[in-house]
């Protein structure tokens, strides 16, 4: 018997998100979800008003809601309007990680608007707190609920009544909901209710780990909600205005924010698991961790825009999380600074649109990036030369990374890109060992720096350049290339204009770049990170997004700022409707692929406006001549 509701209305004619307890249903696209967070875990929103991924305690924890990867068994929430939308508009409001997502159907409009609460009074919750309010305007609109979290890998489901809440209760992690209104609330069970103009109804879902829920009655929630938009504007309004693109930079910078780890200061690099490079392939990864790498390029990011609080948590973090290895660098780290769990599969898990396996881990925690040490290093020196100087044990810390650089510079190793094959003389790498030396040579000019020291690292980055331009430099085709010996390309090349490894306006620097961006062109404004497929992979992959904004970079620092900005607007026009980018994009149909939203790009995003800010008027700066 097809099931009918209280609007008298066919079930089978039902908005999509609704059926999430048919063989039918599937995730949205990727680009149809909308991020929230706290900066300890974050949310995706469908358009159709579904949580259909979060994570807890933290981002790295097990799926509450996991429907992304996991289908309807593994757990939803969903707000959202009871028949299909004759049109759906969605916003942050304005500087805030508040979402807002409008359906107009008939005389009126559904409206749902979202937030985590991160703080209040200045201090960090210990709950997590999702605060979603439904309301309408013009007429009565007919909405629906349906609470249906599921934890973890086996999609565990106990529940309690508590007065009018809804516990759940999972050993140290535990959960409730409340509601402004009289509902009676099953889990799993949609609950069907008319949404009068004036008369929002407020769902509050807390979510606390080893400590009492914190219980915020619905009735003043959004008090909170409205605090903690303040204290966002409140962030951003002092960020340059003069910066080319405020507005995609502003939106940038809070995504970085929320992905950053509050507790310990660590950027993960994307609050999800397994989304797919290529659908229906094995190139499915988990990105809940902390890459070295990636968040120097973010605290990069936050420096240049006046944002030394940012810098100085990250190094602390790092500091205390590299301690146990030191002076090796790991790969990749826990947001608490331990080491990444061993990559395994979810079993029967579906995974995105039938994308398997579905991973937790990551076994490129265990590699030797190179590449890795550069970025650290180089972030510390921005610190550094914007007139601040490192304490003792950070210096200490970055001493000990330069000296290992000094000692394994010669080494093959990953790469950048984590190529699972064998390790190679990647250029980047090598290049990006040159960095980490020459900058600590620079901060050494600052800070206590032993004579034998010096000279060892100096020693080493001579070596180091002369067999750079030796080994992997193609002088018939004017370029640097991916390997030594090699007539691959790598994308990553394209920060060469901006490390001060070669005059800026040198032929080597515009034939690596002009080489670039034609042999790795995936059609404009894409480029694929190397040539698609050389990886030891089965399958291929989209355009690698970060690429193409480090290529705006590289155009504005080379003299041809126009093509830069032709190029970073065409890139804006990549986003979703909120201004978040994945990892990868299908470069024929604009689909976005990999996981979401992803740190590297919306930090590769702001160094490409930054660069047109600092191009606009002459006023470009390099690194300066050697120490």
Request: charge should be negative; proline fraction near 7%; hydrophobic fraction near 40%.
């Amino acid at each position: 018997m097809t099931a009918r509701h209280p609007h008298g209305v066919d079930e089978s004619n039902l908005a999509e998100p609704l059926r999430h307890d048919t063989g039918l249903w599937q995730p949205s696209p990727i680009a149809d979800y909308g991020l929230i967070g706290d900066t300890r875990t974050a949310a995706l929103v469908s358009a159709g008003g579904s949580v259909d991924w979060l994570c807890a305690p933290a981002f790295d924890g097990e799926p509450v809601f996991g429907a992304l990867l996991g289908g309807a068994v593994a757990g939803t929430f969903l707000a959202g309007p009871v028949l299909p939308a004759r049109e759906v508009t969605r916003q942050y409001r304005h500087h805030s990680a508040t979402l807002e997502t409008v359906w107009s159907a008939g005389e009126g409009e559904l409206i749902l608007t979202e937030a985590m609460v991160a703080e209040v009074a200045g201090q960090l919750l210990p709950t997590t707190v999702l605060i979603r309010r439904l309301s309408a305007r013009g007429s009565p609109m007919p909405a629906v609920i349906c609470f249906d979290p599921r934890l973890g890998e086996q999609h565990r489901r106990p529940f309690t009544r508590r007065g009018r809440d809804l516990v759940c209760d999972w050993g140290p992690l535990a959960l409730s909901l409340g509601c402004s209104q009289k509902l009676e609330l099953e889990p799993g069970q949609r609950t069907y209710l008319t949404i009068h103009p004036g008369r929002p109804v407020t769902l509050v879902l807390a979510i606390a780990h080893g400590e009492p829920l914190i219980h915020v009655e619905p009735s003043t929630a959004w008090d909170l909600v409205e605090t903690d938009e303040a204290r966002w504007r409140a962030w951003t309004e002092d960020v340059d205005e003069g910066i080319p693109f405020r507005e995609p930079v502003l939106r940038s910078l809070l995504t970085l924010q929320l992905l950053t780890y509050s507790p310990s200061g660590a950027p993960v690099a994307a609050p999800t698991t397994s989304l797919p490079e290529d659908p229906g392939g094995i190139r499915n990864w988990d990105y809940r961790y902390a890459w070295p790498r990636d968040a120097s390029i973010g605290v990069g990011s936050f420096l240049a825009v006046g944002k030394t609080a940012e810098a100085r948590k990250f190094l602390g973090w790092l500091l205390h999380a590299s301690r146990l290895e030191r002076p090796r660098l790991p790969a990749l780290l826990t947001l608490a600074g331990g080491h990444v769990p061993a990559e395994r599969t979810l079993r029967n898990w579906p995974g995105f649109a039938g994308s398997t396996p579905v991973r937790t881990g990551n076994g490129a925690a265990s590699q030797h990036q190179l590449d890795g040490y550069g970025w650290v290093l180089d972030a510390a020196w921005v610190l550094v030369r914007s007139g601040h100087r490192l304490y003792s044990e950070t210096w200490r810390a970055m001493r000990g990374f330069a000296d290992l650089v000094a000692l394994r510079w010669q080494d093959p190793d990953a790469g950048i890109w984590e190529i699972r094959d064998d390790a190679a003389h990647h250029v980047h790498s090598k290049m990006m060992g040159w960095l980490a030396l020459d900058r600590a040579l620079r901060i050494g000019q600052s800070h206590h720096l032993r004579a034998r020291q010096r000279d060892r690292w100096q020693k080493a980055r001579h070596q180091l350049a002369a067999e750079i331009r030796s080994k992997g430099f193609d002088p018939a085709r004017n370029t640097y290339t991916r390997t030594y010996g090699s007539t691959d390309l790598d994308a990553a090349l394209l920060v060469l204009p901006v490390i001060g490894f070669e005059e800026t306006g040198s032929d080597r620097v515009k034939g690596t770049v002009d080489a670039v961006s034609d042999n790795l062109s995936a059609g404009f404004p894409f480029l694929y990170r190397y040539p698609p497929g050389q990886d030891g992979l089965p399958g291929t992959e989209g355009a690698f997004l970060p690429c193409s904004f480090w290529l705006v970079q590289a155009l504005a620092h080379t003299g041809r700022r126009s093509e830069a900005t032709e190029l970073f607007q065409a890139l804006l026009k990549n986003a979703n409707k909120l201004g978040l980018y994945s990892e990868e994009i299908d470069p024929a149909t604009g689909t976005l692929l990999g996981n979401f939203p992803q740190a590297l790009t919306h930090a590769a995003l702001i160094q490409g406006a930054l660069a047109l800010r600092d191009t606009a008027a002459g006023n470009e700066t390099t690194a300066g001549t050697d120490p």
